[in-house]
């Protein structure tokens, strides 16, 4: 007889320390992948140059300028993933015909135009207005319009891990965009006139660390991930304001996180879960889908979160069915019932 066989508990301790040790790791490397995307400065309007970052500043800097360090680190993977060259933009060209190659840009001056094209979208996403390529290019052309392409794979790249907004084709035909939240959720904590940004990328970031903690993660496990993003409990964030109050706070009140105290845990310490509205409007499979694209690798490199994500989608899909045919069943039984139950003759 095996050691354990003799002993299953020990070997399910075993397994469960192995299974613990294995999401841990992963969930530092989503971090440091997070991390690679971050923002190196708040939003500019295009014809500000106030805030515009200066060459040789550090990326670790504190306040607007440290929060998200710049994404260039990244520029050969996005851009490539996405099928774009760092050629100018023009309406109509032949992306298929090869580019000369463009001269070499700084990438402090790459950085720049990133963050101008980024803070040019924010505004067009708070006014609810779409956007054309054309307009997109002309912010970038005044400058420089060879890098056209990483440039904006850049940005869009920003705008989905640190904002949580996708770029949705309105009007294909004449290349007409808009700004959509990610990922299904319909929240974005823009509930006035003073919020600049939306917080939908810090939301889609916590669900993330839940999902790859095993579908709960400790206050400490969140916070580690961010404050290596620049966050910090009870220090105001540029974009995101306070982060404590908007974690344990607002996206609690709105039921996209649970917040809870762990059981038989003294001291107390306290763990976040999925809330109701994330389960109702996203999947897991969709988060791990965006922290595999942070990581630029397939979502079944996570295997434990992977199987876990096909379970809910299966689950899903049973469910689906299952109200599909509930409701169904109602008028056809109602339609059988008066085919044959015989009826009452009148001799009034």
């Known amino acids: 007889m095996s050691l354990h066989q003799k002993n299953p508990q020990r070997s399910r301790r075993q397994s469960l320390q192995t299974r613990s040790e294995t999401q841990g790791l ?22 500000s140059s106030k805030g515009a970052p200066a060459a040789g500043v550090a990326s670790t800097r504190e306040g607007a ?27 109509g060209e032949n992306t298929a015909q090869a580019a000369p190659e463009p001269a070499e840009l700084p990438l402090d001056t ?3 135009l990133v963050t101008i094209l980024v803070g040019y979208m924010l505004k067009k996403y708070r006014m609810k207005e779409t956007v054309t390529m054309e307009d997109i290019f002309k912010v970038v052309s005044p400058v420089c319009n060879e ?7 850049n940005a869009c790249q920003r705008l989905h891990v640190v904002f949580g907004l996708d770029m949705k084709a309105v009007d294909p035909p004449n290349h007409r965009y808009e700004l959509v939240i990610s990922l299904g959720l319909t929240y974005d904590g823009m509930l006035s006139g003073q919020e600049r940004v939306p917080k939908t990328g810090v939301l889609i970031v916590v669900l993330g660390v ?5 579908n709960r993660a ?3 496990e969140v916070w580690r991930i961010l404050n290596a993003m620049g966050m910090h409990a ?4 540029p974009f995101f304001g306070e982060p404590r109050k908007l974690i344990t706070n607002d996206l609690v009140k709105e039921k996209y996180l ?9 001291p107390a310490q306290f763990e976040f879960l999925w809330g109701p509205r994330a389960y109702a409007e996203t999947t897991k499979m969709k988060v791990l889908k965006f922290l595999a694209r942070v990581n630029g690798v397939e979502p079944s490199a996570f295997q434990s979160q992977y199987e876990d994500a096909l379970q809910d989608e299966e689950k899903r899909a049973r469910a689906t069915m299952s109200a599909s045919a509930a409701s169904l069943l109602g008028p056809l039984m109602a339609l059988v019932s008066r085919l044959v139950m015989p009826t009452v003759p009148n001799y009034a």
Not at 26 to 47: C, D, F, H, I, N
């Open 26 to 47: 992963q969930a530092a490397q989503t971090s440091e992948a997070l991390v690679k995307t971050r923002v190196s400065s708040p939003p500019l309007m295009p014809g």
């Open 65 to 91: 300028q440290g929060f998200l360090s710049s994404p260039v680190a990244i520029t050969a993977t996005s851009s490539s993933r996405l099928g774009v060259r760092s050629s100018g933009y023009r309406e």
């Open 110 to 112: 790459i950085d720049m």
């Open 147 to 153: 890098h056209f392409r990483v440039i904006f794979a």
């Open 210 to 214: 839940i999902l790859m903690k095993g």
């Open 218 to 220: 400790t206050e400490r």
């Open 234 to 237: 009870g220090r105001v964030n």
């Open 258 to 266: 649970e917040y809870r105290q762990v059981a038989n845990s003294d």
